[in-house]
């Protein structure tokens, strides 16, 4: 029920407090329908910023309709009120709220709207250079191009958009995180394929899950359990958030609002197990209607699909950002060359923030370091104060060191690899390729395999033994936990195992 304090016959100003159980109110055609005084609240250029449990609150209106309100407008229909100001919640508490409950934000006019054409430009020489060079690109169903490796000093715009505060900055804050303590994790283009592709594959197969299948970014084998991740969210926040960011028109990203927050859901799971059910729309699924400039940031947890890749152009801008010190997320790595610092003079704000980023995984992966080393020396306290660096929640810590498992893992693995190997003068690879070169030469070959090793009490125990692919994950086929932490798994069972006695 909406309540109003009808104005006096002072021409003074009055407030308007509304309280609401908006479990009476609807959503129709693009607008919140209220009873009875506020007949409206229409949204138009961010139709997803407007939370139901705080549409209403102390609210002053005036006599000129309508009223402004972070790109929405309230019409008030009611006899007697008069006006007297605008009242405008910070239209990031709005955003901030959306993407914490639904898990994403549709932005409109992200791109300056005079760097639209540039950088949209940029980013076609880059991709028919790659269909000049790579036939393999050419034949993708898929095609996704990193940009910061292809990047020269003609295109600097294109680095430098990704530090703008449209983007950066907005992610910033959405993660509630320091200006000092995020930084830019990925720099990469969505393409559409040059041919009509076939029906994908189902998810699950031995390359791993088109994304044409639903899907979270998430692997169990690199990530651990997802009710590990969202315990971790629900405590602490997001720490990673990843953007798709329209240079030409597009609505081929779909979304389920809220899924980030909770596991599959029966109807879910049932549908994702039949065959074909991972292409098939899922309810309550919203499509990210983007025109070209917008972009819809989201937490890389949500259910979501690219529903439909076809010969129509497609340039979309895929960009990660990520925090440092309250959380680490299981997107940890940095898939930029470090060579673009060099693209621009050594005092500029460019380059400083881009090697504060840089400086920010460096530092990490020291910590990592002595974590590793504190593991080998059997030293229980100096581990746990170096996942308190990582993670400074209280809560949640388990799922650091679930994810540390993940990277001695992955380390070890690398170690074995033609990627582990130096290469003099190689300047495109990524900076997560550098830091674990880096670590191989603090950590022998026996060492590395040692770390694993006192991490393979925790590895069993996210294991079933039995291989299988649940739907709605990345990767293929495992006998790692997809859904659910098993029970008997917590921070003080896992120290004992990795520290016995």
């Known amino acids: 029920m909406l309540c109003m304090k009808a104005s006096t016959s002072s021409p003074r100003a009055r407030w308007l407090k509304c309280r609401s159980n908006l479990r009476s109110s609807r959503w129709h055609r693009g607008r919140w329908q209220c009873p009875q005084s506020v007949s409206m609240i229409r949204c138009d250029s961010m139709p997803c910023t407007m939370p139901r449990r705080r549409m209403c609150r102390a609210v002053r209106v005036t006599d000129r309709l309508p009223t402004s309100f972070n790109g929405a407008f309230y019409t008030c229909t009611s006899p007697g009120v008069q006006l007297i100001g605008d009242f405008r919640m910070p239209e990031i508490a709005l955003q901030r709220e959306q993407f914490l409950r639904d898990g994403y934000v549709i932005v409109r006019d992200v791109v300056p709207a005079d760097q639209l054409v540039s950088l949209c430009s940029m980013v076609d020489e880059i991709v028919e250079r790659e269909h000049d060079l790579n036939p393999e690109f050419s034949a993708s169903s898929v095609p996704r191009l990193d940009l910061a490796a292809r990047v020269d000093a003609d295109m ?93 028109d597009e609505a081929i990203l779909h979304l389920i609002p809220g899924s980030h927050r909770r596991l599959n859901s029966g109807l879910e799971a049932d549908q994702l197990k039949r065959h074909g059910g991972a292409q098939m729309p899922l309810p309550g699924e919203i499509a990210a209607d983007l025109k070209a400039g917008d972009g819809v940031v989201y937490n890389s947890m949500l259910l979501h699909w690219a529903n439909q890749y076809t010969k129509q152009k497609r340039r979309t801008i895929h960009l990660g950002y990520r925090t440092f010190g309250k959380a680490l997320p299981n997107h940890n790595c940095c898939g930029l060359p470090e060579r673009i610092c060099s693209f621009f003079p050594d005092d500029s704000p460019e380059r400083q923030a881009l090697a504060h980023g840089f400086a920010l995984y460096r530092d990490e992966s020291m910590v990592i370091g002595d974590v590793f080393r504190a593991l080998l020396a059997g030293d229980r306290e100096k581990f746990s104060a170096g996942v308190t660096r990582l993670h400074l929640g209280g809560e949640g810590r388990l799922t650091c060191v679930i994810l540390l498992s993940k990277v001695a893992r992955n380390l070890f693995e690398f170690s074995k690899s033609d990627d582990g190997k130096y290469v003099p003068g190689d300047s495109t690879v990524s900076y997560n390729v550098q830091l674990k070169r880096q670590m191989q030469r603090s950590f022998d070959a026996a060492e590395i395999q040692q770390v694993c090793e006192r991490f393979q009490p925790l590895d069993r125990m996210l294991r079933t033994g039995v291989s299988e692919y649940v739907g709605g994950f990345l990767g293929t086929r495992t006998d790692y936990v997809f859904e659910q932490l098993p029970a008997a798994v917590t921070e003080e069972s896992v120290m004992a195992a990795v520290f016995p006695g």
């Not at 994304?211 to 629900?234: F, K, M, Y």
């Open 156 to 248: 600097l715009d294109l680095v430098r958009f990704p530090l703008h505060e449209n983007t950066m900055g907005l992610s910033s804050r959405l993660l509630d995180c320091s200006p000092s303590t995020i930084a830019l994790s990925a720099l990469s283009v969505l393409c559409n394929p040059e041919f009509d592709p076939d029906t994908p594959l189902g998810p699950g197969q031995p390359e791993g899950t088109d994304p044409r299948n639903w899907h979270r970014d998430i692997r169990p084998d690199h990530d651990g359990p997802l009710s590990v991740l969202l315990d971790d969210l629900e405590a602490n926040g997001p720490a990673y958030s990843q953007w798709n960011i329209a240079l030409c």
